[in-house]
Every structure is written in C-alpha cells, then in structure tokens.
C-alpha cells in the first residue's frame, strides 16, 4: 500500500486547509486511516482516525476544529483543518491502518508527510 498526502502549506491563524491522501490498492475502504502529526522536537501524535464504516476519533486537540472524512471510490481520506493555531504547525502524515480488530490504531503503512504552517 502506497499513501500520497497533499495539501500542506503556510497559512495564517484562523485559515483553514483540506489535507488529502490517497492510497493504491483495492482494499482501501476496509482499512482504518489516520492522520499524524510530528511537530519540532516533539512525538508523533495521531490527530483523528475514521475506521471502514465512517466512525471517527480526534485528539482533544483538535475536536471541534478538525474534520476526517473519506470517499472509498477515489481511495482518499482527507482532514479539513479549520481555525488553525500555530500550535497546529508539524508535519502531517496519513497512515493506514489494515487490521480492523485492533483496539488501537496501529499504523501498517506510513505516507510521505506534508507540511503544515502557521503563522500568528
């Protein structure tokens, strides 16, 4: 499984951007995905994941601001990120997980990461 991820880029706080990644492969709609981020010397958090039947989860962080959607015909998840803060500023990476019966995501497959910054 390949994941591409788009859509990164600097904004002001209060903008808002749509992250995109695709994924190659057929089985895409029976996988979890989840949306990462690594910001300067800090872990990897996972921001929201939505598993195969569309039920999602978001970090505290980002509840209320935050969106994760998927469209199983084009293999794509997305985060819609509105009112964005400068502490929302990291590299973002989409992720798969293939394992439906895990209690937690665990990625499987990792994309190449897109930057996301903002500025006050």
């Known amino acids: 499984v390949q994941l591409q991820a788009s859509g990164g880029g600097l904004v002001q706080a209060g903008d808002s951007l749509r992250l995109s990644c695709v994924a190659s492969?057929?089985?895409?709609?029976?996988?979890?995905m989840g949306w990462f981020r690594q910001a300067p010397g800090k872990q990897r958090e996972l921001v929201a994941s939505i598993s195969s039947g569309g039920s999602t989860n978001y970090a505290d962080s980002v509840k209320g601001r935050f969106t994760i959607s998927r469209d199983n015909a084009k293999n794509t998840v997305y985060l819609q990120m509105n009112s964005l803060k400068p502490e929302d500023t990291a590299v973002y990476y989409c992720?798969?997980?293939?394992?439906?019966?895990?209690?937690?995501?665990?990625?499987?497959?990792w994309g190449q990461g897109t930057q996301v910054t903002v500025s006050s």
């Open positions: 492969g057929r089985a895409f709609s029976t996988y979890t």
């Open positions: 992720a798969a997980d293939t394992n439906a019966y895990r209690p937690f995501f665990t990625s499987d497959y």
